[in-house]
């Protein structure tokens, strides 16, 4: 297990029935179940290939489902699934899936999700939706950076826009890894703002991140 699927798998309830969405290869279900957090699993993936190895990794446990699916276009209420996992997708993706599915996602009772990218729109997406973001766990695995996000029922709605780019419990708690990319963020900005000034341009959009950026170094010193 890789560091970014323990710490998707540490938020999981004791004795959840979970989905876990694009199982891939099933080692998030195969680690639930061979550690007696979940009590079952359904893990689907819309590829065939994914789900055979999946089966191959699995075959001996009976409380680990294997199931085509679009996304929870597969799913039903009567699964009674209280745990979703959608990880390794891209964020807009991710909202789409459970959007398109709102009575499942509703109807569940934790969401954890690591969106590749586009964070801001899924922790958006959360509170429009009623989820309240209760952590998120920012870590490094390979040489890549990872935010995993656990969201539950609850209103919240944040006042800054620097927690929804980055996330108010990455913000809060500054761990060494979040530090980490924030100075890469730095560094970034500054060589994108020397092309820009090399080339007599402007980006509002760039000022616009700058800003925020700045508004989240304040909320950490």
Do not use: W
């Not at 780019?165 to 979040?178: A, L, P, Q, V």
């Amino acid at each position: 297990m890789t560091k970014r699927l323990l710490g998707i798998v540490k938020y999981v309830p004791q004795n959840s029935k979970v989905a876990d969405i694009g199982t891939d290869h099933g080692y998030v279900a195969k680690y639930l179940i061979d550690n007696n957090i979940a009590s079952s699993v359904i893990a689907s993936d819309i590829n065939t290939g994914p789900l055979e190895i999946a089966k191959s990794n699995t075959k001996h446990l009976s409380n680990i489902e294997l199931r085509i699916s679009n996304g929870l276009s597969n799913y039903k209420l009567s699964d009674n699934i209280d745990t979703i996992i959608i990880a390794g997708m891209g964020g807009y993706l991710i909202t789409e899936i459970l959007s398109n599915n709102i009575e499942i996602s509703s109807n569940a009772t934790r969401l954890i999700l690591q969106p590749q990218n586009a964070h801001n729109k899924v922790r958006k997406f959360l509170h429009e939706k009623g989820f309240k973001i209760i952590d998120e766990t920012f870590l490094e695995d390979m040489e890549k950076y990872y935010t995993i996000i656990v969201a539950e029922k609850g209103l919240e709605i944040y006042d800054k826009e620097c927690y929804y780019e980055y996330g108010f419990h990455n913000i809060k708690e500054g761990n060494i890894f979040f530090r980490k990319f924030l100075s890469n963020e730095q560094k970034k900005f500054e060589l994108i703002t020397k092309q820009l000034a090399t080339e007599g341009a402007e980006s509002d959009k760039l000022q616009q991140d700058i800003q925020i950026y700045k508004e989240t170094i304040k909320c950490i010193q």
